[in-house]
Every structure is written in structure tokens, then in C-alpha cells.
């Protein structure tokens, strides 16, 4: 078990350490070529996919950039190095609301999050005074817990709350660091996988349609290439509808380096369909960053999300 943990979480550092697939957020392009920028996770597996079939479909080719935080992700396309991202949306929104120039055009996925708990711990209310992990202060893991939180009348005052890479927090949870950790897929899985925990919560038992990551562009990009940003968020989209369970294990083999059995538990957690943001469900999220004091001011559905290519 030991050994199975070791290189299961070698495989995923690796993959998170390299920067672009061989590919530069730096320079210029030929004038027909998007570029995305990406985390190896599963929440990003839309973009992964659409980037396989545009080329063909329409002479478009999308140049992925894989990045190993979302630091350095998010620094990409503040500066414009990138086009666009499929990112944690209340980090966009954060960057939008600093006077960032980016729209939100897409869902990177639908439910897809987990909370997981050393095995000891039966309830929400066993997380009092505990060690819980999330990526960011600015991302649906934190409201997750919140929600989750709440079930049992607690806030985050009532434990201690750290924020860790995602590659370290399923070790964490097995050495006893942390008792419980919210964070993007794989690594939920990849906790439940080696017996280091276990689910205490699916994302859809706390807040029904909850949004993670979304696919934003620059408005660079748009103002100046209107036409290829529609023609890539019509075929995202569109990849997104395709992309069965089966068609998204083969794509996270491919670029997650991840075993069978993790993805299996994973995959079972999302889907990619339907990924337009309707003006409910991003209320619903602008009323929780609020609520949950993530932002005071996130930005107004009109102001952010843009539809209508």
C-alpha cells in the first residue's frame, strides 16, 4: 500500500511539475492559434478534449499551456500571456473584480467535488477543532466546507483551516497532518483510493449546481478575434456534451498519468454537459462569495459572463 502511495503521488507531482507540454506562454503565433491555459485536473477535461478536435473541425488550433498552480495560471492570463483558461471562476472573479479584463463563457464542468475526511470521523460536526486543507481562500472548495459546515451549525472559526497544493494533500490527510481536505479531481479520489480517507460529501448534497472551475477568455482576445472566440466556445461546449465517461477516462489517462482505479472513483463525480453559466446559478454563487466573505463586491452576471457570441 505503501509503495501504491508513493508512486501515485509521484505520478501526480510530475504531471503538475512540468509547465507546457513542450509549448510557451511567451512570443507571438501565427495569427490562428488559441492558447489555453490548464492544471492537470479533471475539472479541465473539456478544454483537453475540445483541443483534439478544433483543429480538424475548423483550422483553429488551440495550444494548450499546462501550469502547477494556479499562481502561475492565473498570472498567464492576467498579463495576457494566454487567451484564456479553464480556471477556479471565483479567482477570475476576483481578477475581474481588480479591473482584469476576462469573461467567463463556460462551465469547466458539473459537480466533480468531494469532501473527504480521515475515516475516523463520521459527521460534519467531528471536523470541530480539526485540521481541514483547501487550494484557495478564493475557490468553490472553500464554499464547500463552509456549506458543508453549516450542517451541523459550525463556521470555519470552529477548526483550523490550511491551504495546500493539491499534489500534497492526500499524503497530508495520510500522515495524519490534516483530517479533511476539499480540492479538485483527482486528488479527492486519489485520498478515497489509497483507504487514506473517505467521502463525507458529494458537492450536489451541499449546493445543487454549484459551479468550480469555468473556461474564461481574455477580452483581448475576443475584441480582437470575435469570430475564433465563437467558434471555440461553440466547439468547447460541444466537446463538453460529447464527452462521456468513457471518452473522459481515455483523455485522463492520456494527460492526468493517473491508475484505472482512480479515475474510475473520479469520473463517476462529474459530467461536462450543459456548460452554459445561466444568470441563477451565478447569482447563487455571487450570494455564497458574499456570504461567505470570499468578496464583498463580486461582479455583476452582465459584467462577467458573456453568452451571447
Known amino acids: 500500500m505503501k509503495k501504491k502511495f508513493l508512486s501515485s503521488i509521484l505520478a501526480l507531482t510530475l504531471a503538475f511539475s512540468a509547465v507546457s507540454c513542450g509549448k510557451s506562454d511567451k512570443g507571438g503565433d501565427?495569427?490562428?492559434?488559441?492558447?489555453?491555459?490548464?492544471?492537470?485536473?479533471?475539472?479541465?477535461?473539456?478544454?483537453?478534449?475540445?483541443?483534439?478536435?478544433?483543429?480538424?473541425?475548423?483550422?483553429?488550433?488551440?495550444?494548450?499551456?499546462?501550469?502547477?498552480?494556479?499562481a502561475e495560471l492565473l498570472d498567464a492570463l492576467n498579463s495576457n500571456r494566454v487567451d484564456g483558461a479553464s480556471v477556479l471562476i471565483e479567482l477570475a472573479m476576483k481578477s475581474k473584480?481588480?479591473?482584469?479584463?476576462?469573461?467567463?463563457?463556460?462551465?469547466?464542468?458539473?459537480?466533480?467535488?468531494?469532501?473527504?475526511?480521515?475515516?475516523?470521523?463520521?459527521?460534519?460536526?467531528?471536523?470541530?477543532?480539526?485540521?481541514?486543507?483547501?487550494?484557495?481562500?478564493?475557490?468553490?472548495?472553500?464554499?464547500?466546507?463552509?456549506?458543508?459546515?453549516?450542517?451541523?451549525?459550525?463556521?470555519?472559526?470552529?477548526?483550523?483551516?490550511?491551504e495546500l497544493a493539491p499534489t500534497e494533500m492526500p499524503s497530508a490527510l495520510a500522515s495524519e497532518q490534516i483530517d479533511g481536505y476539499c480540492v479538485a479531481e483527482p486528488f479527492g479520489a486519489m485520498g478515497v483510493s489509497l483507504g487514506a480517507g473517505k467521502v463525507l460529501f458529494r458537492s450536489e448534497e451541499l449546493w445543487e449546481n454549484s459551479l468550480c472551475c469555468g473556461l474564461v477568455l481574455t477580452d483581448k482576445f475576443i475584441d480582437e478575434r470575435p469570430d475564433d472566440a465563437k467558434e471555440f466556445v461553440d466547439s468547447y461546449k460541444a466537446a463538453g456534451n460529447a464527452l462521456d465517461k468513457e471518452k473522459a477516462k481515455e483523455l485522463a489517462k492520456k494527460y492526468l498519468s493517473q491508475s484505472d482505479e482512480v479515475l474510475d472513483i473520479s469520473l463517476q463525480w462529474i459530467s461536462y454537459s450543459d456548460l452554459e453559466i445561466t444568470e441563477d446559478i451565478y447569482n447563487t454563487l455571487a450570494e455564497k462569495v458574499k456570504e461567505y466573505g470570499l468578496s464583498d463586491n463580486p461582479p455583476a452576471y452582465e459584467d462577467f459572463v458573456k453568452n451571447d457570441f
Open 97 to 162: 473584480q481588480e479591473g482584469i479584463g476576462l469573461k467567463a463563457v463556460a462551465l469547466g464542468h458539473r459537480d466533480g467535488n468531494v469532501i473527504v475526511v480521515s475515516n475516523d470521523i463520521g459527521s460534519a460536526a467531528d471536523l470541530k477543532g480539526k485540521t481541514f486543507a483547501i487550494p484557495h481562500r478564493q475557490s468553490s472548495h472553500n464554499i464547500l466546507l463552509n456549506d458543508a459546515l453549516a450542517t451541523a451549525g459550525l463556521t470555519t472559526d470552529d477548526l483550523n483551516i490550511t
Open 30 to 70: 501565427d495569427g490562428n492559434t488559441v492558447k489555453i491555459a490548464y492544471l492537470p485536473i479533471t475539472h479541465s477535461l473539456a478544454v483537453l478534449e475540445e483541443a483534439e478536435e478544433l483543429e480538424e473541425k475548423s483550422g483553429v488550433k488551440v495550444e494548450l499551456v499546462k501550469y502547477g498552480s494556479w
